[in-house]
């Protein structure tokens, strides 16, 4: 019955060859168990099914350390006019998604352009890590850019490695934080045994989906971004003088196909996600675990060709959508995660300055360390640092300051005679290297605002001096991160342009500023970034932290 029913469908041979991959695609048909052939419905699957789905996912989970042989054949083809499941064969067990991974990718990079944060025209950077990425990729050094259009072709043609790690840290900071982005995406979409480690899909054995999964995915992304999805029936994609041809042998030869990714790891076999038109019928079809490329491919045909006209011709399903709860429980979880983070180190620092109340006075202090628990000035090449990091590094407190320590009698005779402490460091600072080769005195040339919410400063100048320090400060909603406190502003500007110099792919977004307060007897200047999104602080503040800065984040 199936044989002769597929062969009904498909198109008949004009040559020997046309023949033979005929009777290929027959066989291969053939040999998928026939109790693996029903058809089963999304809506009929129970609360035991989805325990026992998570308990599965868990055991496999627990029971494959090692990265080397796929786990086997899966597959799902789903009606996407109706939502109905029409073929399904172990659709709800882990798999590793390999390259179909990126489709996650381009997911969160077109909510970036769809919100107006990126344009198609806009710079992506080549770091270091995504340059020394494995192949498949483009082969960028770092420091180079490229469009987000053509960053877009070379991941659905190239399925370029370097690319989709830097689409991951232009957006999120690092590609942590962007793996992590697309988990809590995948989780709201309905995609709840899914887990991403990395943005392309290179191996990693806590990287897994399932069948079931990626469907939802490739109904999700052409739904949500008819605008983008077209990308993925890109045949072909020439840059710097090379053609890269898509992977998808399927497209143009399968009527109907507009898409969309395959996939390969020796851990996951062969994998291929598509999307068919015809005639008013729209199926969205995953096969997983091939084992060559083209025993995958000739799988897949015989799925489309034996399920495309059993679908429905009218649309009648809801689109794939974000589940608001999911998402509300993940910003939830990340806000507290945030606030205990926030409170301990706030703790840590308290003790530290009670801590130092009763230390005894070094000879020596220059050459001891830094007297809190971490160093905000990390160690990096002598070919990175600035001209005047070779002089003796500022004094800076870390990102909590509590308390405070008096001021030198120097500073206060300073004071005394109409200058400000610190004036007569700042008199003699040497010019600091420019990323663009230029050289600025100190760290003035920055865009920093400088903001007094001391005391004195609103009750000597009223109302009018507050709203003055209102107007002076980034006034857009959002989040802000400090990363550090010190007791002259130059040096708080210093420490601005050092962070965002040492960070790769740092917000773009983000506007520095100085923030002057009063702790007791002493002046200090908070070191801000401000107007992030939480997501973007986050991730831009763990960055910081790999990098030796203190850093915490905060409502603006």
């Known amino acids: 019955m199936l044989r002769s029913s597929l062969s009904d469908r498909l198109p008949r041979p004009r040559s020997l060859a046309a023949s033979f991959a005929t009777i290929t695609v027959l066989v291969t048909m053939s040999a998928i168990p ?41 597959a799902i083809v789903v009606d996407a006019n109706s939502g109905r499941a029409l073929y ?12 179909v991974t990126k489709v996650m990718t381009l997911y969160l990079l077109f909510e970036q352009l769809e919100q107006g944060r990126l344009r198609l025209d806009s710079p992506l950077m080549i770091s270091q890590h995504a340059a020394a990425q494995a192949p498949s990729k483009l082969g960028l050094r770092p420091g180079q850019t490229i469009s987000v259009d053509n960053a877009i072709k070379a991941v659905v043609t190239k399925s370029a490695n370097d690319i989709a790690c830097a689409i991951a840290e232009n957006v999120a900071g690092d590609e942590h934080s962007f793996a992590q982005m697309m988990t809590r995406k995948a989780h709201a979409l309905g995609m709840r045994n899914t887990n991403y480690e990395n943005a392309s899909g290179l191996p990693d054995p806590n990287q897994v989906t399932t069948a079931y999964d990626l469907s939802v995915l490739g109904r999700a992304i052409q739904e949500r971004f008819p605008r983008y999805y077209r990308y993925f029936s890109t045949p072909s994609f020439a840059y710097n003088g090379a053609l890269h041809r898509n992977h998808n042998h399927l497209l143009g030869q399968v009527e109907g196909m507009d898409g969309i990714k395959t996939g390969y790891t020796r851990a996951s076999g062969f994998n291929l996600l598509t999307s068919v038109r015809r005639r008013g019928h729209h199926i969205v079809a995953v096969v997983m675990g091939g084992k060559t490329a083209y025993g995958r491919d000739r799988i897949m045909a015989g799925l489309i060709e034996e399920n495309i006209d059993g679908g429905s011709s009218v649309r009648t399903a809801a689109a794939v959508s974000e589940d608001p709860r999911a998402i509300e429980a993940q910003e939830r979880l990340a806000s507290e995660r945030a606030q205990r983070a926030e409170r301990a180190a706030e703790r840590a620092q308290q003790i530290a300055a009670e ?6 006075p070094q000879e020596n202090s220059a050459a001891e360390p830094e007297p809190f628990g971490r160093q905000l000035n990390a160690p990096v090449p ?44 700042r008199a003699g600072a040497t010019p600091v290297a420019a990323r663009d080769g230029s050289t600025t005195n100190g760290a003035r040339k920055i865009d920093v605002t400088p903001v007094s919410t001391t005391p ?12 003055k320090a209102d107007a002076a400060r980034p006034g857009r909603p959002g989040w802000m991160i400090q990363i550090g406190a010190t007791d002259d502003q130059d040096k ?3 420490l601005l342009v ?41 991730s831009a503040c763990k960055a910081l932290k790999r990098s030796g800065f203190s850093c915490f984040t905060t409502k603006n």
Do not use: C, W
């Open 456 to 467: 004195s400063a609103i009750r000597g100048s009223g109302a009018k001096s507050q709203s």
């Open 88 to 99: 399904a064969r172990s659709e709800h067990e882990l798999r590793h998604p390999a390259s």
């Open 498 to 538: 050092r962070a965002r110099s040492q960070l790769q792919g740092f917000p773009a977004t983000a506007k520095a500023f100085t923030e002057k307060v009063q702790r007791g007897s002493e002046t200090l200047y908070r070191a801000r970034f401000a107007g992030l999104e939480e997501d973007t602080a986050q």
């Open 355 to 360: 801590r130092m109340a009763y230390a005894e």
């Open 382 to 425: 002598a070919a990175t640092i600035p001209q005047q990091e070779n002089a003796e590094r500022p004094a800076v407190r870390p990102a909590f300051v509590s308390g405070g320590q008096k001021r030198t009698s120097d500073d206060r005779d300073a004071e005394r005679r109409g200058a400000s402490p610190g004036a007569k460091g």
């Open 34 to 74: 026939a109790e693996a052939r029903g058809r089963h419905h999304f809506h009929h699957r129970s609360a035991s099914d989805d325990r026992n789905s998570a308990v599965r996912a868990r055991a496999n989970a627990n029971s494959d350390p090692a990265i080397g042989e796929h786990r086997g054949f899966s």
């Open 492 to 494: 708080a500007n210093q």
